[in-house]
């Protein structure tokens, strides 16, 4: 058995108008992790599940990701669709962060329509729970779910940042 080295994963470091965001990435350039710098913690626990053993390494994330980051940010384009992702997870998980990705930029879904879109529709909770486990805020838009209600509800970065992150793609935030 051959003992492999851990992977090295690139930590970069992007300011936004909503506050500094951390953008982990591998030697193919795929997104490993994006959170906002003030939930790093957070941010590192998640890593840790989904790509255990790894080194972070401050640099800078290739530069077309880097660059589509920083035009999503800056308004020049409303969703990143064509960012690759490399996440662990269950496939459970998996089935709601590429529901997450389906959701348009400007629209909203319910945590019922959530599940419903994966096949589950009595799994509500459990597809909650698997939109909070998202390592790769923003690019995987686990802000676009809110309450059946159309009132905002939880996000990992706060309601503040979600409401922006919303009203810059384009929805009108209750």
Known sequence: MRNTPPETLTLDRVATPVGEVLLVTDG????RALDFADYEA???HLLGRHSPGSVLTPGRAPEGVRRAVEAYFSGEVRAL???AVKTGGTAFQKAVWAALRAIPAGETRSYGQLAAAIGSPKAVRAAGLANGQNPVAVIVPC????????????????LERKRWLLAHEGVAVV
């Open 28 to 31: 193919e350039g795929a997104v």
């Open 42 to 44: 957070r941010m590192r």
């Open 81 to 83: 669709d064509g960012v």
């Open 143 to 158: 802000h676009r779910v809110i309450g059946a209600n159309g009132t905002l509800t939880g996000y990992a970065g706060g």
